[in-house]
């Protein structure tokens, strides 16, 4: 079996271990700031960008193990930026420009999260999820001729850790961290020239580019235990 089969096999199992033995339902939502990145082999000064999102939580816990049941949805706004420093001849002044490549996609997550037992006090936490996202919409500033490119569908993984405040009997405020590097594809370009709205046309090698995030979250959890 690949790596990525052994991991979605192991998701699955702690998914339906979790899900029988369950004491609470948890629901929540987060937000924060994601630095997003791409790699272009035309161009070497790509720069990240960085944009907010929003994720609703879910989560099946148990409290015996610290092994719960983990998915969100949410809005992630990946892409990347080229930063261009110039000196204006009009002027002499030195002067920037920035494109950016802008991605808005829906992201779903499910996997599993691991927390401290004891339920009187605070505790680190770590996940580990399967993501699939589906773009919303895109803006690619003056590059609009490179949209028609881009993947309707990606596919990678969620890292993460954090640590959660209880704040009351049946809430916690959480504030984490997490790695979203894709497993595929999201701009497949072939060889060729591309037009931007400039009206100066622009040369691109073959380009396989993959999106990679990192992101910093806070948010509110509310518990529900089952009886």
Same mark, same amino acid.
Do not use: C
């Given at each position: 079996?690949?790596?990525? /089969?052994? #991991?979605?096999?192991?998701?699955?199992? @702690?998914?339906?271990?979790?899900?029988?033995?369950?004491?609470?339902?948890?629901?929540?939502?987060?937000?924060?700031?994601?630095?997003?990145?791409? !790699?272009? =082999?035309?161009?070497?000064?790509?720069?990240? #960008?960085?944009?907010?999102?929003?994720?609703?939580?879910?989560?099946? +816990?148990?409290?015996?193990?610290?092994?719960?049941? +983990?998915?969100? #949805?949410?809005?992630?706004?990946?892409?990347? /930026?080229?930063?261009?420093?110039?000196?204006?001849?009009?002027?002499? !002044?030195?002067? !920037?420009?920035?494109? =950016?490549?802008? @991605?808005?996609?829906?992201?779903?997550?499910?996997?599993?999260?691991?927390?401290?037992?004891?339920?009187?006090?605070? /505790?680190?936490?770590?996940?580990?999820?399967?993501?699939?996202?589906?773009?919303?919409?895109?803006?690619?500033?003056? +590059?609009?001729?490179?949209?028609?490119?881009?993947?309707? @569908?990606? /596919?990678?993984?969620?890292?993460?850790?954090?640590?959660?405040?209880?704040?009351?009997?049946?809430?916690?405020? #959480?504030?984490?961290?997490?790695?979203?590097?894709?497993?595929?594809?999201?701009?497949?370009?072939?060889?060729?020239?591309? !037009?931007?709205?400039?009206?100066?046309?622009?040369?691109?090698?073959? =380009?396989? @580019?993959?999106?990679?995030?990192? =992101?910093?979250?806070?948010?509110?959890?509310?518990?529900?235990?089952? +009886?």
């Amino acid at each position: 079996m690949t790596v990525r /089969a052994n #991991i979605v096999f192991i998701l699955i199992f @702690i998914g339906l271990v979790v899900q029988a033995q369950e004491e609470f339902r948890i629901f929540g939502v987060q937000g924060g700031y994601s630095m997003s990145t791409q !790699n272009f =082999e035309s161009f070497s000064n790509r720069s990240p #960008i960085f944009k907010p999102h929003v994720d609703f939580i879910h989560e099946r +816990y148990k409290l015996s193990s610290g092994f719960g049941f +983990y998915s969100s #949805i949410g809005f992630h706004t990946r892409g990347s /930026a080229q930063r261009t420093n110039f000196v204006n001849l009009n002027s002499g !002044n030195r002067e !920037n420009f920035t494109t =950016e490549m802008r @991605i808005n996609n829906l992201s779903l997550n499910f996997g599993v999260k691991k927390r401290g037992i004891k339920p009187s006090g605070n /505790a680190l936490y770590y996940l580990l999820a399967g993501r699939v996202e589906a773009v919303l919409s895109k803006d690619f500033d003056i +590059y609009q001729g490179l949209e028609d490119e881009v993947f309707p @569908i990606v /596919a990678g993984v969620t890292l993460g850790f954090g640590y959660e405040w209880i704040v009351s009997s049946s809430g916690t405020i #959480i504030f984490g961290f997490s790695i979203q590097p894709d497993f595929t594809n999201q701009i497949d370009l072939q060889p060729g020239t591309y !037009n931007t709205t400039t009206g100066d046309p622009i040369q691109f090698n073959r =380009e396989r @580019i993959r999106n990679l995030s990192f =992101e910093l979250s806070l948010g509110y959890l509310l518990y529900k235990k089952r +009886y």
